[in-house]
């Protein structure tokens, strides 16, 4: 059974960064695809970013292109959201997740096996 804990999350003003991490307890973990999702209150839970394992494969939301990257540290079981210029509408809580099944859409969240207990990110105007 994986586990995830992200951590990282905070209260900032518009135009600052966050970096948020996700770590993991599996074994194979490595073989995972693993990805950020979010969920604004009144709102669905949206996808953010995604990685493949061979990290040649990056997926983004187009509200965060530019702004976001994802990356990946198999050797210390670790999922990295970098978050910059961050805008009042990126406020929401943050959850990771992985998925053992390599063939799935990355941006749908039906696809993912574990998730995360979540991180309030809050970006005041």
């Known amino acids: 059974q994986e586990q995830l804990v992200e951590s990282g999350g905070g209260l900032v003003q518009a135009g600052s960064s966050l970096r948020l991490s996700c770590a993991a307890s599996?074994?194979?973990?490595?073989?995972?695809?693993l990805g950020w999702f979010r969920q604004a209150p009144g709102k669905e839970r949206e996808f953010v970013a995604a990685i493949r394992w061979s990290r040649l494969s990056t997926y983004y939301a187009d509200s965060v292109k530019g702004r976001f990257t994802i990356s990946r540290d198999d050797a210390k079981k670790t999922v990295t959201l970098q978050m910059n210029s961050l805008k009042p509408e990126d406020t929401a809580v943050y959850y990771c997740a992985a998925a053992r099944n390599p063939s799935i859409a990355p941006m749908t969240p039906n696809g993912y096996d574990y998730w995360g207990q979540g991180t309030q990110v809050t970006v005041s105007s």
């Open positions: 599996g074994r194979t973990f490595s073989s995972y695809i």
